[in-house]
């Protein structure tokens, strides 16, 4: 299929620009270890509290929050470099060309997808000698929610880059939106918070993709809340790329 | 017909404060080029030759108006009008950091040219085009005119019938202008159809076979800068005269002249402008040795575009492209755009 193979030409463009820059690969594999050798010591004194009386260690509760805090922050400033690719004339130089609008969209978002499930693989792998316990079939399916969770922040983050194409914009309004994200409990479970915020969290769909990834890695694969989990980062998988894919097709008539 | 154009009219909207701003940047365009011609769309920053390219170049929808480009409607199928042109954009083209090679190859691909294909094709563009052993380099490492190079060899690339390039020149210094002038020649012996848009008259002049000129959204002229300069001053004439108190007599001979305008007289000198001047000028001579006028010198200026422009739009092109604020509002205009 033509729009395949052109997201696969426009994938390749931007993988082979993003390994070129040894600076971006150094970054975009030492996250995923800062994360875990940083904040991993801060959960021991409060593995207990986190366990909540399930037989639960601190990491299999604190692992399945960075994963998604990485699928999320790491495609929320994706906009930025597509405007820098806006200003140097490639975009107006793809948009000239037959190529699927839809392509040009994918082709990126497909690289950001990669890039996260790759420091996703090296957080889990690193953290198994540190304790981690989970089962494959969960992690796996973790990981397939992590993918679609950039996916849709990433279109969402290249959507709004196109239409301000400015980073002056694009700055605030992602801080604006990456504040109350973070109150999904990502890190931390809400539990352990007072009723009313957790009751506030109840409404992001972020907090039940937490939780479910939280349930994946503890086994429970049919379990309601993984089931929930996986249900919300659908729902919003499709709300990102269509949105992603009406502005790209819009913005270029 | 490479392009038939019809009203093609775009319409802003910008946001001003509270309100919004209508900008009527293009207002009911009709164009039309030639298999095989150079044309060029002069004017100066702000009178819509981007704005009208660009609705050519499918990149922006036309408010009202039809336009088949390279044999295929732009509505109904811009892919098909994608397929068949070429577009170098005042902007560039590649990421700085980015081979050049590699973007010239990714280029292509998009256009379903097989990887081999295009990297032959790019290579032996390159050559063509003045860039020996830059396939290899980041194009920030390219100067300024090589730059330039590499957008056009992108715009080449797919090998299309119909060549859009918007300012091709600006910012470069006049070596690089010239050499990229003969590159652009050298398309059309190729057999390809150029339409670019300038606000150099000189470059109009050496490089187009037929220039449309286009002020505030309207195409206020066409013809071929020959034409265009016949059909609007004439040639400017300028007399010296070796005593000064004769300069009323020969002003008078000179107004009296078929066709004669803009007569005017400094201390010594008799200026006036007269269509065909080099034809008038050896009976204009004899009259005023009849009269036992001496002269002392006698000058024919060709009219300039600029003199061109001066008369159609009642200001000159010149001091637009001065202005830098002028040269925003355009850019500006269309950054903010929404679609209407």
Redesign the interface.
């Known amino acids: 299929m033509?729009v395949l193979r052109?997201t696969w030409?426009?994938f390749?463009?931007q993988m082979?620009?993003s390994l070129?820059?040894p600076t971006w690969s150094i970054l975009m594999l030492s996250q995923p270890l800062l994360y875990l050798f940083l904040f991993g010591p801060l959960l021991k004194p409060i593995t207990g509290q986190i366990a909540q009386g399930n037989d639960v260690n601190a990491y299999q509760v604190f692992i399945p929050g960075l994963i998604v805090q990485l699928g999320m922050f790491g495609a929320m400033f994706v906009g930025f470099a597509l405007i820098?690719?806006y200003?140097?004339?490639?975009i107006?130089?793809?948009?000239?060309?037959?190529?699927s609008r839809i392509a040009l969209l994918a082709g990126r978002v497909l690289r950001d997808v990669i890039v996260l499930v790759v420091q996703s693989l090296i957080l889990i792998a690193l953290s198994y000698p540190m304790g981690l316990r989970a089962p494959i079939g969960g992690v796996l399916l973790a990981l397939v929610i992590v993918a679609l969770l950039g996916a849709t922040f990433a279109s969402l983050s290249y959507s709004v880059a196109l239409i301000t194409?400015s980073e002056d914009a694009l700055a605030p309004l992602l801080n604006g939106i990456a504040m109350p994200l973070l109150l999904s409990g990502i890190l931390l479970p809400m539990s352990l918070g007072p009723t009313w915020l957790e009751r506030l969290s109840d409404i992001s769909p972020l907090k039940h993709i937490v939780e479910g990834v939280r349930a994946l890695f503890r086994g429970d694969i049919s379990s309601s809340t993984s089931m929930w989990g996986l249900f919300w980062v659908l729902l919003l998988t499709v709300i990102g790329l269509w949105s992603g894919a009406r502005t790209f097709r819009?913005e270029?008539? | 017909m490479m392009i038939e154009a019809r009203g093609l009219v775009r319409t802003f909207k910008t946001k001003r404060g509270r309100g919004t701003n209508l900008v009527h940047a293009v207002q009911g365009v009709d164009l039309d080029v030639a298999d095989g011609e150079i044309v060029g769309f002069l004017g100066p920053n702000g009178a819509g030759k981007t704005t009208t390219m660009r609705m050519l170049a499918t990149l922006i929808k036309p408010t009202a108006g039809t336009a088949t480009v390279a044999g295929c409607d732009l509505a109904e199928d811009p892919v098909g009008v994608r397929r068949r042109i070429g577009y170098v954009a005042q902007s560039g083209s590649t990421l700085p950091e980015a081979i050049a090679g590699d973007e010239v190859v990714a280029h292509a691909r998009l256009y379903g040219v097989p990887k081999a294909t295009a990297i032959a094709r790019g290579q032996k563009l390159f050559d063509e085009l003045d860039l020996p052993g830059m396939w290899r380099r980041q194009s920030k490492t390219l100067s300024g005119g090589q730059r330039r190079r590499l957008d056009i060899v992108m715009g080449l690339i797919h090998d299309p019938k119909l060549i859009f390039m918007d300012e091709p020149t600006t910012g470069l210094d006049p070596q690089a202008r010239a050499n990229l002038w003969e590159h652009i020649r050298g398309l059309r012996e190729r057999g390809a159809t150029i339409f670019l848009t300038t606000h150099y008259l000189d470059e109009a002049d050496a490089l187009c076979d037929r220039i449309l000129v286009i002020d505030h959204g309207k195409i206020v002229a066409s013809g071929t800068p020959e034409e265009l300069k016949q059909q609007v001053s004439g040639d400017a004439v300028k007399l010296t005269l070796a005593d000064a108190s004769q300069v009323e007599m020969v002003s008078k001979i000179a107004s009296s002249l078929p066709g004669a305008t803009e007569a005017e007289t400094d201390s010594n000198t008799v200026t006036f402008r007269i269509p065909q001047g080099g034809s008038v000028l050896p009976g204009l001579l004899r009259s005023i040795d009849l009269q036992g006028i001496e002269l002392a010198g006698v000058e024919v200026h060709r009219p300039t575009l600029d003199d061109v422009f001066l008369t159609m739009t009642g200001r000159s092109l010149r001091d637009d492209t001065d202005t830098p604020p002028a040269a925003e509002t355009e850019t500006d205009t269309e950054k903010e755009a929404v679609t209407v």
Do not use: C, M, Q
């Open positions: 033509t052109e030409i426009v390749h463009r082979t620009l070129r820059n820098a690719e200003r140097a004339g490639v107006e130089a793809d948009r000239v060309t037959p190529a194409k819009k270029s008539a």
